[in-house]
């Protein structure tokens, strides 16, 4: 019989990889790495130093291009999408300071969200892996896409702030050649610990 310990908050620590007291709605550029579960290969895969695209892939960039459309106070930048993880960088804008509505505000977007309001990074990420993973679900069921065990993608992310434009610029070309180092990414499955 397998004994199975139920969550004890004084026993057990998720640590946050997030800066303590960063506020994550505020103006700026984000770059983020979100894997897939155990790094599965379900994004297609890369062949001559480009990444072949497949319909899991497609879905993917869908719901990545419809975060504007979702949260209008953010801009994507440069991304790629690999087998097995996404790059990208995203920009909040706009944002009321500290990221806080103004009292009293209570209308809200075309969108749904509330004036004033900018959602933190790890909001938009989770509304991503939440969409994208909805819609891999209905496709496993409707058109046998490769199942997953227990979740698609990381239950965290990896997130940088951008602070300046020569490291915008490293990262941008980051981006755009990972598929051309597939091989010695550390998201390639040969290589993970």
């Given amino acids: 019989m397998i004994m199975v310990q139920k969550y004890d908050p004084e026993i057990h620590h998720r640590r946050s990889i997030r800066l303590p007291e960063y506020d994550y709605a505020q103006d700026g550029w984000y770059y983020m790495t979100i894997c897939s579960q155990n790094h599965r290969c379900l994004f297609g895969e890369i062949l001559q130093e480009k990444m072949i695209l497949n319909a899991a892939r497609a879905m993917i960039e869908k719901w990545w291009r419809k975060l504007p459309e979702k949260y209008p106070g953010i801009q994507l930048d440069e991304y790629v999408i690999m087998p097995n993880h996404l790059h990208g960088i ?12 103004n009292p009293g505000t209570h209308s809200v977007t075309e969108s749904g969200q509330p004036h004033g309001v900018v959602p933190t990074l790890g909001t938009i990420i989770g509304w991503f892996k939440t969409m994208s993973t909805n819609e891999y679900i209905r496709h496993v069921k409707q058109n046998g896409w490769p199942a997953f065990e227990k979740r698609l993608w990381l239950r965290n992310y990896y997130e940088h702030i951008i602070r300046k434009g020569e490291e915008l610029n490293s990262i941008r070309n980051y981006i755009v050649e990972n598929p051309m180092r597939w091989e010695e990414d550390n998201n390639h499955p040969n290589n993970i610990i």
């Fill in 90 to 101: 995203i920009v909040i804008v706009g944002a009321a300071p500290c990221g806080r509505p």
